[in-house]
Every structure is written in structure tokens, then in C-alpha cells.
């Protein structure tokens, strides 16, 4: 007699966007009214979260409207989660395991309540917790779990789970990045006879990392794993690379240095620039506006002699099937651990998530 599949459900994080002009701006006050965002007590932070949505809401609409009045996230999140269940039903086997992907975004819709409610009618036997952000933060994946487990107690979703807090090194995603920067690179090199890698992720006010957000440091591990696999598909033993951050907002000094300056450094030094979002795994306004719009037309204004984008993972076979093993091996485990199965920052990080060594 043949047994029952085990009902296991991925439940992935992400942002979220508006899907409509409308949407705008209340997605903005969700943003800037969380408080892992705005780190101001109630009712301050709600009151500032309304005025600079306000304030905010006639730029950010112009951004959508060249994607078309909306983020496309969602529906590049949902070709993830389609791909990865097939990867969990070839990895895990169909007969032992019948896993399911629900997407539960942190400021639009699909929200942690209504993907709860979701999956606590499926009825799942174990739940895994998947962050689409390959690096930990207090103000991401911290975020999205914490409200994820009040959505979850308040419909009374009760199966075990586990949280997969990070992945910075993982190596299907590591893989993955190396083999889209790499024509991208010869590219840019064959343009202008140097090239220069700009790996640009979204920034942080310099107080949150200094209050023990492990954020810069992951990005900083991502990036020398991604070019010491690259040198080996260049031919190139040390890449020029360096590390930047876009996105600022706000008057607050945010961890630098600026992917505006490295691009503008790269036009004073005549290097191609290799743009390489390795902190964002599906396209959206941050990269589809800021780095193929903004960025390039600063490039072209600084006289840098080539500019390269490089595409994000999205639903790569090698990314999605290592998402895949780490969402396995969270269902051997409860509470939260890295990609490692245990903490994968240094003790003195005192913003991650994992307790232990």
C-alpha cells in the first residue's frame, strides 16, 4: 500500500509591490509605518509613515509607470514558486513529499494574513519559512517573519515550521550570479579594455548595522564567493570588484559607499562598469528603473566607456534548485537557522537571528 505524500508547505518572502498607480501609496505608508523601517514608537512612526508616503507617492508613480503603472515582483515571484515546487517534487520525490509554494509579500498583496489563512487551509504537515532575500536583515527577513508568525497565531496556524534565515553563500545561488556576470564582463572588457564589477545591493542607515545587523557583512560574503567562481569562468585570477549600495532615502548617513559614486569613480578611471544586483533575486523597480534607467544615464553623463547590467537569478535552474535543498533541509530542523544549519555569522553580530554557533 502506497503512503500518503507528506504535505509540506514553502511559504516565500519578499517585498511586494503596488500593482497599480493606486496602490501606491499605501504601499508606501506599509513600507515607512514598519517598524523594523522606521524605528520610532507608536504614533509617531504611523504619522511620519503618512507624511512621507505623501510626499513620496507623485515620484514613486512615475517610476511605475515605466514598468507599466506596476511592479512586476509578484508575477516574477510566482514563476519562482511554480519552479521551485517542481524542483521539490524531482529532488524529494512525489510520493514522499507534496509540497506546495505560497508567497506571502511584507507590503502589498499577497500579505502574511491572507497567505496564513491559505496555507492553514491546505493543511500542511510542516511549514518552511524561505526568504527571497539571499541575505539576512533585521529590516527584511526579521521583518516578514515576525509579521508572518502574528498572522499565523491569529488564524490558528498551528503546524510545525522552521525559518531558512539566510543564504549568502549558497551554491546554487553563488553559481548562478557567476555565470550571468560573465559575458556581461568579457563585454564590458572587450568595450573598454578594463572592466570594473559594481555589486550593488540596497543600502542601510549606518546605525542599524552598527546596532548589530549582520546585512553588509553577508553582502560582503556573497560578493567575494561570486568572484572567486568567476575568475575561473574569465580567466581573470583577480577581477577589479567592489562593493556599493543604492536606493538612499531620508537625511540619515547609510552605508556607503554609493553605487551613484562607484559609478562615477568608473568614468574617472575610463572601466567599464558591471552593474550586478546580488542582493536582489527578481526584477522590479530597483533594478529595472534605478539600474537600467538612472544609473545608465549617469553612466553615459560621466563618459563611462561601457555599462553592464547584469539580470537577476529569478527562476535560474541552479539558484531554484539549491532553493530547493535549503527548503529540504529546514524540514529536518525547527525555529531558525542559516543555509548552514546553525548561525553563519560571527558572535558579534548581534542582529542575527540564530542563537547558536
Known sequence: MSQTPRRLAIVLFNLGGPDRPEAVRPFLFNLFNDP??????????????????RRRAKAATAIYEELGGGSPLLENTRAQAAALEAALREQAGAEAVEARCFIAMRYWHPMAMETAQAVKDWA????????????????????SARVWREAAKAVGLAAPESLVCCYPIDAGF???????????????????????????AHG??????????PYQWQC??????????LSDLVDEPAPDWVNCYQSRVGPLAWIGPSTEAEVARAGADQVGCVVVPMAFVSEHSETLV?????????????????????PTVAADAGFIAGLARLALAGTTRSGTASMT???????????????TA
Do not use: H
Not at 504537515?125 to 527571497?132: A, F, R
Not at 539571499?134 to 527577513?141: A, D, L, V
Not at 550570479?177 to 550593488?200: K, T
Not at 544549519?341 to 540564530?354: I, K, T
Open 124 to 143: 500542511p504537515d510542516q511549514i518552511v519559512l524561505l526568504p527571497l532575500y539571499p541575505q539576512f536583515s533585521t529590516t527584511t527577513t526579521a521583518s
Open 36 to 53: 523594523a523601517i522606521i524605528r520610532l514608537p507608536w504614533p509617531l512612526r504611523p504619522l511620519l509613515a503618512t507624511l512621507i508616503s
Open 174 to 200: 553563488v553559481e548562478a550570479m557567476a555565470a550571468l556576470i560573465a559575458p556581461r564582463y568579457r563585454a564590458a572588457r572587450q568595450a573598454a579594455g578594463r572592466a570594473r564589477i559594481l555589486f550593488s
Open 290 to 310: 534605478e539600474l537600467d534607467i538612472e544609473y545608465r544615464d549617469l553612466a553615459r553623463e560621466k563618459g563611462v566607456p561601457a555599462y553592464e547590467r547584469v
Open 220 to 229: 560582503e560574503r556573497t560578493n567575494e564567493a561570486i568572484v572567486a567562481r
Open 341 to 355: 544549519g546553525g548561525r553563519l555569522c560571527p558572535a558579534d553580530w548581534s542582529g542575527c537571528p540564530c542563537r
Open 204 to 213: 542601510l542607515p549606518e546605525k542599524i548595522v552598527k546596532a548589530g545587523d
